[in-house]
Every structure is written in C-alpha cells, then in structure tokens.
C-alpha cells in the first residue's frame, strides 16, 4: 500500500484545513487507518484512527470536537477535517495504515506511511 497525504499549508489560527490521504494497492478497505502529526524538536504523535468501516473512530484529545476523520473505502481515501485551528496544531501530519481492521493509536502498529503535509497555523 502506498499512501499519499495533501492538503496541509497555512492557515490562521481559528480556520479550518481538510487533509486528505489517497492509497494505493490493495486491500486498502481492510485495513486501519491513522494520522500522526511531528512538531519541529518534537516526537510523533496521535491525533486520529479509523477502523476498516469507518464505524470506530478514537481521537487524540488535544483535537477532541475540532477535528473528525473519515474514509471512503470505495476511493480508497482517508479524510481529516481539521476546524478551530491553534497555534500548536502546527506540525507536519501523516497518514498510516496497519494491516488489520483495527484502530490503534499507537504509532509502531502502522506498517504504511505517507510522506507528510505541513500545517502551519499562523496567528
């Protein structure tokens, strides 16, 4: 599987961004989905997991009632819709996926990475 994240890029504080995660390769609707976000000087962290249907969903609660994921198993995308932007929700965001249908939020469970896409929120 081959992962693809777009959608980051600057925004001021209070705005709104929708990441999106296009894959690849298959069984893509089998498998869990994640986004992890790095700050500069920082370690990777969660923010958001998805199960295989999209009916279990957990988050990080720094983003709690601000951000939601989603997917779409028949295009094979991942979405994260990200409102009330802050200063610190700045870092660079990536999607993964595990090869299992269940949400983890622990990053060493993903097997497939995205390159990334940078958020920057501005004040």
């Known amino acids: 599987v081959q992962l693809q994240a777009s959608g980051g890029g600057l925004v001021t504080a209070g705005g709104s961004l929708r990441l999106s995660c296009a894959a690849s390769?298959?069984?893509?609707?089998?498998?869990?989905m994640g986004w992890f976000r790095q700050a500069p000087g920082e370690e990777r962290e969660f923010v958001a997991a998805?199960?295989?249907?999209?009916?279990?969903?957990s988050y990080a609660d720094f983003v709690k009632g601000r951000f939601t994921i989603s997917r779409d198993n028949a295009k094979n995308t991942m979405g994260l819709q990200m409102n009330s932007l802050k200063l610190e929700d700045t870092a660079v965001y990536y999607c993964?996926?595990?090869?299992?249908?269940?949400?983890?939020?622990?990053?060493?469970?993903?097997?497939?990475w995205g390159q990334g896409t940078l958020v920057t929120v501005s004040s």
């Open positions: 390769g298959h069984p893509y609707s089998r498998y869990a």
């Open positions: 998805i199960n295989w249907s999209g009916g279990d969903k």
């Open positions: 993964a996926a595990r090869t299992t249908t269940a949400r983890s939020i622990y990053s060493g469970h993903y097997t497939y």
